[in-house]
């Protein structure tokens, strides 16, 4: 396993890179700084394998730290991250192993690992191959631990601080929003100390069922750090970072499909949780429709129909992936299921909505059932 250490001036950045890297197995970060003169005074007694250096630092640039790095360890491999490519040549001048222009994505710290890898491959025999607990946050909330045995909580609220938590991690969560969240009817020393013993309880559960995460105290509250520890929410976000960085995986958009099972938190009365939910589940629609529209491009008709069949049972009442199913259906030839789908379709929205069908979808079928 390769130690870490970053150094990134600007905090909000710091903590999505601790994010980032904290993901992969092949790393351990033993330190992260904001400050370019305290990193090289940590830097002897950390004695990292690989150093991640923001190049436009106060006091001391990227560059000028990475050359003292390099006096002092020249085994010590340094990658330079930044928003500006001509700090490119200047940076190999300095003996970068590489250098990744931000944001820094998932994607980018895999060709750094495996960079690494190649040339040492001895370091990644360390790496431990632990069983991890299951966390699912689509479709409810359930939490195995390694030994597949179901998390219990103490408290509802600690279950919910929790699920709370995992939606925004390596974000600094305050303890007056944190208080407020949760026990917004309450005097402030009263929620104060409600927060305090609900995250020892958490704290505690977290070590016992061998939930491999760290909730980190902040100046003003709390952060929950990953680590090692991936679940389904987390793999949504990384996607939509690295997406909109331009760098989509056709394989990972079908398995973020594969553990999407449903609304966010699904059964729980969280009230915080409503856009969220939303957004996951637009975020869910996209992927499918532009699988879909993959599949027909590539002539698979069958697992155009598959992935919308799967998607509809999720989201019924959903016009649009109805009307593609549909048209998928007529595509390969399946009249008799476009009549069938239809009348179950016109059914389940009658029930809910207590009306009848979009009159365009209406007039689209109408052919196939004469």
């Known amino acids: 396993m390769f130690k870490v250490m ?16 904290g993901q992969n197995p092949h790393y351990t ?31 001391m640039n990227g560059l000028e730290l990475g050359r003292k790095i390099y006096e002092l360890s020249e085994q010590t491999k340094i990658v330079f991250t930044t928003a500006y490519r ?38 990644t025999e360390s790496v431990p191959r632990l069983r991890q607990a299951d966390i699912g946050c689509f479709g409810g909330f359930e939490i195995r631990n390694p030994d597949g045995l179901p998390v219990r909580w103490p408290t509802k609220k600690t279950e919910e601080l929790f699920a709370y ?74 996607y939509d ?3 909109r960085a331009g760098e989509q995986d056709a394989s990972q958009a079908e398995e973020l499909c594969s553990i999407y099972r449903g609304t966010l938190l699904e059964g729980k009365d969280y009230l915080w949780k409503a856009s969220l939910e939303e957004g996951y589940s637009k975020q869910y629609t996209q992927l499918v429709g532009t699988l879909v529209e993959h599949d027909v491009a590539q002539r698979d008709l069958q697992r155009a129909e598959e ?13 649009a992936m109805n009307m593609k199913l549909l048209d998928i259906y007529a595509r390969s030839g399946q009249h008799q299921k476009i009549a069938l789908h239809y009348v179950r379709f016109t059914e389940g929205y009658r029930l809910e909505l207590g009306i009848e069908p979009p009159l365009k979808m209406q007039k689209w079928v109408a052919p196939y059932l004469a």
């Open 6 to 21: 970053i150094v990134e001036d600007e905090q909000p950045i710091l903590d999505l890179m601790k994010h980032v890297i």
């Open 29 to 59: 970060i033993v330190g992260a700084f904001t400050s370019p003169v305290e990193a090289l005074s940590c830097f002897p007694d950390l004695c990292p394998h690989v150093v991640f250096l923001d190049v436009e630092m106060p006091r």
């Open 86 to 123: 001509q700090y490119a040549l200047d940076a190999f001048e300095v003996y970068a192993f590489d250098y990744i222009l931000k944001p820094v994505t998932p994607a980018a710290i895999d060709r750094v690992t495996n960079r690494l890898i190649k040339q040492h491959p001895v370091a």
């Open 165 to 238: 938590f995992l939606c925004y991690p390596g974000r600094d969560m305050s303890k007056w929003h944190l208080t407020d969240l949760l026990w917004s009817d309450m005097d402030e020393e009263r929620a104060t100390h409600n927060l305090h013993n609900t995250m020892y309880r958490l704290k505690k559960l977290m070590k016992e069922q061998g939930i491999r995460m760290d909730i980190q105290k902040t100046s003003e509250g709390y952060m929950l750090l990953p680590l090692h520890q991936m679940y389904d929410v987390l793999a949504f976000q990384q």
């Open 241 to 243: 970072v690295a997406n």
């Open 307 to 319: 992935r919308l069949e799967a998607y509809l049972k999720l989201y019924p009442l959903d016009e």
